[in-house]
């Protein structure tokens, strides 16, 4: 039997055939809980960087009025649909949604400062729409 370091994939499909078939003892449950656990960090990262995406987007188009474009609507369409599929399919993970937007707010704040050449005092110090309305579809910042 492959060991977790020579090939994961190969692991991964032993592992899952010693769990179906219940030989238990014969599974490296210690990687396996790791893995598992490795799968709910990799959602929130997924979930954290699609609210930057959408929060510099729609800071953006807040700031730059003249500047809107396809591009950037796209980006906080996208964005949003990502987020409906993360929280669809981890829904434990949507009651941690108020935090981890404001956890990302001074990322994409300065973000959008990078991308926009302004400067930072241009975007405000506090997030300008709430959670709701940057996963709202039909929310656009004037």
Same mark, same amino acid.
């Not at 599929?85 to 981890?90: K, V």
């Not at 404001?102 to 709430?130: H, I, K, M, W």
């Given at each position: 039997m492959n060991s977790y370091d020579q090939d994961f994939v190969l692991w991964t499909e032993q592992q899952?055939?010693?769990?179906?078939?219940?030989?238990?003892?014969?599974?490296?449950?210690?990687?396996i809980a790791e893995e598992i656990?490795?799968?709910?960090?990799?959602d929130r990262r997924a979930l954290k960087n699609h609210l930057i995406n959408v929060v510099v987007h729609l800071l953006k188009w807040r700031c730059q009025r003249k500047r809107r474009g396809r591009s950037w609507e796209s980006s906080i369409i996208n964005g949003r649909r990502e987020i409906g599929w993360i929280l669809e399919d981890s829904p434990s993970l949507r009651p941690q949604l108020p935090v981890l937007f404001e956890?990302?707010?001074g990322e994409a704040r300065r973000q959008a400062c990078r991308e926009t050449r302004?400067?930072? @005092?241009?975007?405000?110090?506090e997030c #300008?729409?709430?959670?709701?309305? @940057?996963?709202?579809?039909?929310?656009? #910042?004037?």
């Amino acid at each position: 039997m492959n060991s977790y370091d020579q090939d994961f994939v190969l692991w991964t499909e032993q592992q899952a055939a010693l769990l179906r078939q219940g030989r238990f003892g014969e599974a490296d449950l210690g990687h396996i809980a790791e893995e598992i656990e490795s799968m709910g960090k990799s959602d929130r990262r997924a979930l954290k960087n699609h609210l930057i995406n959408v929060v510099v987007h729609l800071l953006k188009w807040r700031c730059q009025r003249k500047r809107r474009g396809r591009s950037w609507e796209s980006s906080i369409i996208n964005g949003r649909r990502e987020i409906g599929w993360i929280l669809e399919d981890s829904p434990s993970l949507r009651p941690q949604l108020p935090v981890l937007f404001e956890d990302v707010y001074g990322e994409a704040r300065r973000q959008a400062c990078r991308e926009t050449r302004l400067s930072l @005092a241009n975007f405000p110090e506090e997030c #300008p729409f709430s959670v709701e309305q @940057a996963l709202d579809a039909d929310y656009w #910042p004037e």
